[in-house]
């Protein structure tokens, strides 16, 4: 689907909790990451499509092909999202000057199922911000190549397709089914709505289980 700017911003402005409690609900399966895929850059919130592309093992010392085209080819405001065969720790899938291009293009953000490198060089110069399993600086060559773009792959333990949408910060990551878009926002505005009545009630009566007993929600 095509993404407004107005459903984009929404997005920002909801908890990345809320939207992972929303995704259980409507889509009936867990949307969040593992806690391993974190922020290595800074610790910038980010959400936008995901533009997926997916690595297999290899021999062949080949450049990552795919990899290159999802940064130049990718609308602006699209999140590069990389699913590894295995989820190596111990190979970095993203480095400097793949953040270059990003920033050259206007990309959200990357998301990892392996390393990244050059995180001096990319926080100094890009500040470009990189969600991924490890830090390390082993290059893919003769090691991964890049199979497909734009195909289903799996990230941090969750399948992401083309489209889907990111939303990612310090508290995790998030997929959210392009199918589901609209309901899991709405949902999850609820789920935010609730919890700011929930707070005031605890505050005023001075009880976290009173809060609970009347919304049945922690």
């Avoid at 593992?34 to 450049?63: C, H, M, S």
């Avoid at 990552?64 to 111990?90: F, M, Q, R, W, Y």
């Avoid at 390390?136 to 003769?142: D, R």
């Avoid at 333990?157 to 995790?172: E, F, K, M, R, Y």
């Amino acid at each position: 689907m095509t993404y407004t700017p107005e459903i984009i911003e929404q997005y920002k402005n909801i908890s990345t909790a809320s939207i992972a409690d929303a995704v259980d609900q409507i889509v009936g399966k867990s949307g969040f990451m593992d806690f391993e895929v974190k922020p290595r850059i800074n610790d910038r919130r980010i959400v936008g499509p995901a533009v997926t592309v997916k690595e297999v093992l290899t021999k062949e010392k080949v450049p990552p092909i795919h990899a290159l085209e999802a940064v130049d080819e990718s609308e602006a405001g699209s999140i590069i999202v990389i699913g590894v065969e295995g989820s190596p720790k111990d190979v970095a899938v993203w480095g400097g000057l793949m953040a270059a291009g990003a920033i050259a293009n206007k990309l959200e953000g990357a998301i990892l199922d392996a390393g990244v490198r050059d995180i001096t060089e990319i926080k100094r110069d890009f500040d470009f911000p990189v969600f991924s399993r490890s830090v390390s600086p082993a290059t893919t060559v003769g090691r991964y190549k890049t199979e497909a773009l734009n195909v289903p792959v799996v990230c941090g333990g969750i399948t992401v397709n083309p489209g889907d949408l990111i939303i990612a910060d310090p508290d995790g990551v998030v997929v959210v089914p392009a199918s589901s878009i609209v309901e899991v926002l709405e949902f999850s505005q609820d789920i935010e709505a609730r919890e700011a009545e929930q707070a005031k009630l605890i505050l005023s009566e001075k009880s976290l289980r009173k809060g609970i007993e009347k919304f049945n929600r922690i």
